[in-house]
């Protein structure tokens, strides 16, 4: 009975370095979701697989971001050319795929660009 | 466009107290609205949604909330706070259109004094 995980929990990185963030889902949750929650812009959508369907980049914040899903299990989020203003902290949720099922969330990544 | 707005930055309710939190949404078509709390250094927990039915929905934790159509209100309650209860309290929204994503508000926190 697993819940969602997160690795690494905290990461310090420099600035303009690329960084790769991982999820783990719920055993059989085909929806998954990754948010960024940060001091000035609270909690923000950044991209969601459902599937085999397209995912719903529309929340990334630009180019440097992106994620992939392997497997229809295991999800990574990298940034590229780490920017202090990157610095957040990122969750990772899964659901069973409805949009009315409520999202179950992982203890999210602390990232600190310096 | 979907939105949530938590009018509150902070309440604060004596323990043994019944606590409100508010929460408003604008939404295109039928809501699907969500109460998730966070603990200090934890992860998103789900509380409880409206979907669809009655308008009082029963959640984790003693909390339920009052889905109000004519208000646009999906307001958290609980007849009696504990001191555990504090924590920071987000409301959302399903975005439109066919995905799973979430619209969170900013988040209110919730401290209960004894």
């Known amino acids: 009975g697993a819940g969602v995980s997160q690795s690494p929990s905290n990461k310090v990185t420099e600035k303009g370095k690329d960084v790769e963030l991982r999820c783990d889902p719920i055993?059989?949750?085909?929806?998954l979701y990754w948010y960024r929650q940060s001091l000035g812009q609270g909690l923000e959508f950044l991209i969601y697989?459902?599937?085999?369907?397209?995912?719903?980049k529309s929340g990334l914040p630009s180019d440097r971001f992106s994620a992939e899903r392997t497997g229809g299990s295991v999800s990574t989020l990298t940034i590229q050319r780490t920017q202090q203003e990157d610095s957040a902290v990122y969750l990772c949720?899964?659901?069973?795929?409805?949009?009315?099922?409520?999202?179950?969330f992982g203890p999210g990544t602390r990232l600190t660009v310096l | 466009a979907q939105s949530v707005a938590q009018p509150e930055d902070q309440v604060n309710v004596a323990e043994g107290n019944p606590l409100t939190v508010k929460c408003t949404y604008s939404?295109?078509?039928?809501?699907?609205l969500f109460w998730y709390v966070q603990y200090p250094n934890r992860g998103l927990q789900f509380l409880l949604k409206?979907?669809?039915?009655?308008?009082l929905v029963k959640g984790s934790y003693g909390f339920e909330a009052e889905f109000n159509k004519s208000q646009t209100s999906f307001h958290l309650k609980k007849p009696s706070a504990l001191v555990s209860d504090s924590a920071l309290y987000f409301c959302?929204?399903?975005?439109?259109?066919?995905?799973?994503?979430?619209?969170f508000g900013q988040g209110t926190t919730l401290q209960v004094k004894p």
């Open positions: 055993s059989g949750h085909t929806a």
């Open positions: 409206y979907i669809t039915g009655d308008n």
């Open positions: 939404v295109s078509g039928n809501p699907y």
């Open positions: 949720a899964s659901s069973l795929g409805g949009p009315g099922l409520g999202q179950f």
């Open positions: 697989f459902q599937g085999n369907s397209a995912p719903d």
């Open positions: 959302a929204v399903r975005g439109s259109g066919n995905t799973g994503k979430l619209i």
